[in-house]
């Protein structure tokens, strides 16, 4: 981890100064984004490829469970193996990783006995492996920091303040030994106490002792003034490194295995005969789907990061019919969400609404007390901005939203009364009964329609000049009878 | 009665038995004390699993079973928004649940009806966005000054120990009125359960029915939200359904058994969590209901994981005694008549890994004996074969 971290920042350093680094790493607003996009573009990818195989609450049900496994491992590492209770430990991670396959493939051998459905497979498995690991966490995992708030929001907001110092220049490490110049030596009496004289007895005896000997970090041997210029140091966020891993992770596997994904996602019987191995592939994603719920976990809480795994897919999959073009907005989506969602849980609405002013409006209407300061948690802030962003693509997307959906079938419940009347009119002209049924008056009852809509498609005919109305008796005109010609045509339908 | 259904009211006697009996056994053997607190919980989970067992049924078997997840997350902001409106009153921050998720409820038949998303992504969906709401309120909750907010977030993981008698006549009336509901629509949720286009074809109000059954879900996850919490609610409502199914082919019958089972669970679970200070209630249930389920995989008559292993198992006894039997009389009708003695080495080189299984069938069924290295066809034996090859059942099946 530290040389991944080294890496990271020299890759920084390529664009800028340490000067210009350390500020925006210390923001707890920065930091804060930085790692919801980071996680939203881990869960954006892989949850486009999860919602695709029909298996979006697959991330719901690993989320819960990679509890489990870090509870177990965890239990293995203090009880078993004797190691400091260390949260940060990979083993934890192997666990979780562990813990998510198992969930399912137990849910597929369930699945795979005839007996029980999918649904209801997932639906048995992850709460008992949720039920045992808060058993286990209630009963043998005390004083340590897996507690309930953890698990449900995390701590994204405090990212910033968990740093590794990272130094670039003057990194003079100073360890100062008695036979130094700048040893400070003092002597002390070794026997006054004990025979109760004063350090100028002639009977004291003395040793001498160094009083500034050690170690110093370049930082402290700087401020100790040991060294002359002070070492430039970067502030790295501890869990940027690890979501960052991941993020790369995940990037590369769906670039390299792009087609391969594809393809097994979209005909996995393809897959399999043209030998790409999509069992390999299915269990290769559900390890990664593992992997980034418990790299998420301490930022944004085991349940939440489900809202990064589901929410941003599916808004990318109502905007576009494209593999590539979701994989590309179900990050950006919830990346925004992220951005958005800090402002949110500070009480900003896109910086257009203070919710504080909502509050207070709130109590002047209803005459409650609320606190009209607003300040909530980060992440299921980001969480609701992807939903709203969701919202919006529900609503206004070009192909499957409900305003354009709605729409084009009103326009095509246009489109239908319109030949309903023309090919009608078409039939009945110059028979005998022509009079009868051609009356505008009377032409609704014919047709069981609402008079109202019958005028309204009248009115809209007369208007194309497809028709025109003689007293009280309706015609086509010339380019009516073309248009029914047309249809017919078109239709291939013979007189 | 049919015999069928003769065995499953007696499965469900029987549960209902054990879990009576459960109660002194507990107390002799696993040390636990009934004071008014366990005896409470204990009544509370058991009638909330006659609840959620039920009403889970129609879940498992419409392939909705996640909707419970998705609804119990759903419920949070509703208990956000009433302790905001209304204070601390359980029935208020209850009816403020059950809003919020039915809402949950109809946003994703939305969801589903009106885009191309499936099912399982709306839930997904839902179930995030509601959460997400709750905990934002819950956090903007706890920064209120005084302590009335104080175990508000006990509806994430339930806590059954703050159940008093109060709720437990809460649930039992609830679930009571949703029972006569269920009672009254039992045809009809009959019908959209098992066959929604014949449903719709006899103009039944499909969509109508399908909220009442969804709105009696809510109410059975938002009466579990305090004994177990949203996160594990799914698993009371769904397993003893799933559990039930193994059973029987009756809806009645497995409502039945699925409540009895729920009321086991609920139980059961309850008083397994009083063995320990430590032991929380709701996962312990959860735990209890998981077991049932997987008992009765193993051992549903007909059905279970079990009797389908040993029925393979007598199958392929059955094959290799039958495919070893065609390979002796062969080999002894054309080496000097039906009843000569023919080399164990023979067999087992030409049957490989059938010929022990066959082997020892056939001479525990008096068809062979064996004389040294070698193997004789009894007169059943010679009988029994002649049948076969007359019955065109022997040895390869067509290829002699």
């Not at chain 1, 020299?10 to 804060?32: C, H, K, M, W, Y």
């Not at chain 2, 003769?6 to 009934?34: C, D, H, K, N, Q």
């Not at chain 2, 009466?223 to 769904?238: N, P, S, T």
């Not at chain 2, 067999?347 to 299984?357: K, N, Q, S, T, W």
Request: proline share 3%; aromatic share 8%; with cysteine.
């Amino acid at each position: 981890m530290g040389a991944l971290e080294d890496l990271f920042v020299r890759l920084l350093l390529l664009f800028a100064t340490p000067e210009a680094i350390n500020p925006v790493l210390s923001d707890p607003r920065t930091v804060a984004v930085l790692l919801g996009a980071l996680i939203a573009v881990c869960g954006g990818v892989l949850g486009v490829y999860l919602l695709l195989r029909g298996m979006a609450l697959t991330s719901d049900a690993i989320s819960h469970t990679v509890l489990l496994g870090i509870v177990v491992a965890f239990l293995v590492m203090t009880g078993l193996l004797g190691l400091p209770p260390d949260l940060s430990s990979p083993l934890l991670i192997v666990g979780a990783a562990a813990a998510g396959v198992l969930t399912v493939v137990l849910t597929e051998l369930i699945e795979r006995s005839g007996l029980v459905k999918q649904d209801a497979a997932l639906g048995l498995v992850f709460p008992l492996l949720f039920a045992v690991a808060v058993i286990l966490v209630s009963r043998y995992v005390d004083n340590v920091h897996i507690d309930t708030d953890s698990v449900l929001v995390g701590e994204i907001g405090m990212a910033w303040a968990n740093t590794n110092s990272h130094c670039l220049e003057h990194c003079e490490a100073v360890t100062i030994t008695p036979d130094d110049p700048r040893a400070v030596l003092t002597r002390q009496c070794v026997n006054c106490r004990a025979l109760n004289i004063s350090p100028r007895d002639p009977r004291a005896e003395f040793r001498e002792v160094c009083a500034n000997c050690g170690m110093y970090t370049p930082a402290q041997a700087y401020q100790a003034g040991l060294t002359s210029a002070a070492p430039t140091l970067v502030f790295w966020p501890k869990s940027l490194t690890v979501m960052g891993l991941l993020t790369l992770v995940t990037l590369g596997f769906v670039l390299l295995l792009y087609k391969e994904l594809k393809l097994s996602t979209f005909d996995a019987a393809l897959a399999a005969a043209l030998g790409f191995r999509p069992g390999m592939l299915h269990y290769a994603l559900m390890v990664l789907v593992s992997l980034v719920a418990v790299g998420a976990f301490d930022a944004v809480g085991s349940i939440l990061v489900v809202a990064f795994f589901i929410i941003p897919p599916a808004a990318a999959y109502l905007l576009t019919d494209r593999l590539g073009v979701m994989l590309l907005l179900s990050p950006v989506i919830g990346a925004a969400g992220a951005y958005w969602g800090y402002d949110l849980a500070r009480g900003s609405v896109f910086g257009l609404v203070e919710m504080s002013d909502v509050l207070a409006a709130l109590n002047r209407a209803l005459g409650t007390q609320l606190i009209e300061r607003w300040d909530s948690s980060i992440s299921a802030s980001m969480a609701l901005m992807m939903f709203v962003l969701f919202v919006a693509a529900l609503v206004i997307s070009p192909r499957y939203g409900l305003v354009s959906v709605s729409l084009r079938r009103a326009a095509m419940r246009q489109q239908f009364d319109d030949q309903v009347i023309l090919a009608h009119l078409y039939r009945h002209e110059g028979a005998a009964e022509a009079a009868d049924e051609l009356a505008v008056a009377t032409l609704h009852e014919h047709l069981r329609w609402p008079r109202g809509r019958m005028q309204r498609v009248l009115l809209r005919l007369r208007a194309w000049g497809w028709i025109q109305v003689e007293a009280g008796i309706a015609h086509l005109t010339p380019q009516g009878r073309q248009q029914v010609e047309a249809f017919r045509e078109a239709h291939l339908l013979q007189t | 009665m049919g015999r069928d259904e003769v065995r499953v009211w007696g499965g469900i006697l029987a549960v209902a038995l054990l879990g009576v009996l459960f109660v002194p056994f507990s107390e002799w053997a696993l040390g636990v004390t009934y004071d008014h607190t366990l005896r409470t919980v204990a009544l509370g989970g058991a009638v909330l699993g006659v609840v959620s067992g039920v009403l889970g049924s129609f879940a498992v078997l419409r392939r909705e079973s996640l909707i419970g997840d998705a609804l119990a997350h759903a419920a949070l902001p509703g208990v956000g928004v009433a302790f905001l409106l209304a204070g601390r009153e359980l029935s208020v921050l209850l009816i403020g649940a059950g809003v919020a998720s039915w809402l949950g409820v109809y946003v994703i038949h939305l969801l589903t009806s009106r885009t191309r998303l499936k099912q399982d992504v709306a839930m997904g969906v839902v179930l995030a966005a509601w959460f997400a709401a709750g905990i934002a309120l819950l956090t903007y909750i706890q920064a209120r000054p005084d302590a009335s907010q104080a175990g508000l977030s006990s509806f994430i993981f339930g806590q059954a120990a703050a159940m008093v008698e109060r709720d437990v006549q809460l649930i039992s009336a609830v679930g009571g009125a949703a029972f006569v509901v269920l009672l009254a629509f039992w045809k009809e949720f009959k019908l959209i359960t098992f066959d929604v286009e014949f449903a719709a074809a006899n103009g039944f109000p499909v969509v109508l029915l399908r909220l009442v059954l969804s709105t009696l879900i809510v109410v059975a996850i938002v009466l579990g939200l305090q004994l177990a919490g949203v996160i594990l609610m799914v698993g009371l409502l769904i397993a003893p359904g799933v559990a039930a199914r193994q059973w029987t082919h009756h809806l009645g019958q497995m409502a039945a058994l699925a409540g009895v089972m729920g009321a086991f669970a609920g139980g059961v679970g309850a008083i397994l969590s009083a063995v320990d200070r430590k032991l929380p209630t709701g996962p312990m249930i959860v735990i209890v209901a998981a077991l049932l389920v997987f008992a009765s995989l193993a051992f549903a008559p007909g059905r279970g994981l079990v009797w389908a292993m040993l029925r393979q198992r007598a199958d392929q006894k059955r094959y290799a005694a039958r495919h070893v039997l065609a390979d002796l009389y062969k080999y002894a009708s054309d080496h000097g008549g039906a009843s000569s003695g023919v080399p164990d080495a023979f067999v087992r080189g030409v049957r490989g890994g059938e010929a022990p299984i066959g082997l020892a069938k056939l001479q525990r069924d008096g068809l062979i004996q064996a004389s040294g290295t070698h193997w004789t066809l009894t007169r059943e034996g010679i009988r029994a074969a002649e049948q076969a090859e007359r019955s065109g059942q022997g040895g390869d099946d067509g290829r002699t």
